[in-house]
């Protein structure tokens, strides 16, 4: 059986304005129709009652139009959690590889994200150089930016 990666999902308090900070930041690309879900097939898929998804699928910089996707979604009822940490079980961060570090993540600063660690430049053996930083999106999602040199 042939397997392919798809997507990575996350669940926003505002997925218009998530997606256009990715976009802005990260060049990634909307891919239309935006989604609006709803119906038997979502309660049922979900376990949830009445459940309705908007949202929208963003090509990811550096593939082909039918590349892996981000997908931003926002439920007509969100739960809260208690906050992300970078050693937090699951699913931990989304990677962008970049040009210049410092400048990327200036631009996410200027966006409404914030930095999670240290810019650092590392060498890791058998492996090679890295310019590497945590950051965190507007709603706090972990990022992090690298380039290997």
Known sequence: MKTKFSHVNIISRNWKDLAGFYIKVF???????????AGEWVDELTSLSDARIKGI??????Y????PTLEIFEYNENISG?????????????????????????????NGGSVLGKL????????????????????????EIQKWN
Not at 57 to 62: I, M, Q, R
Request: proline fraction near 5%; include cysteine; hydrophobic fraction near 40%.
């Open 64 to 67: 082909e139009s039918n590349g």
């Open 27 to 37: 060049d990634c690309t909307p891919v239309l129709p935006e989604r609006d879900l």
């Open 82 to 110: 208690s906050g992300k940490n970078i050693n937090l079980e699951g699913f931990g961060h989304i990677a962008f590889a970049v040009d210049d570090v410092e400048a990327k993540l200036n631009q996410l600063l200027e």
């Open 57 to 62: 699928h963003l090509s990811l910089p550096g």
């Open 120 to 143: 650092i430049d590392a060498d890791i053996d058998g492996v090679g150089n890295i310019t590497v930083v945590y950051a965190k999106d507007p709603e706090g999602n972990i990022i």
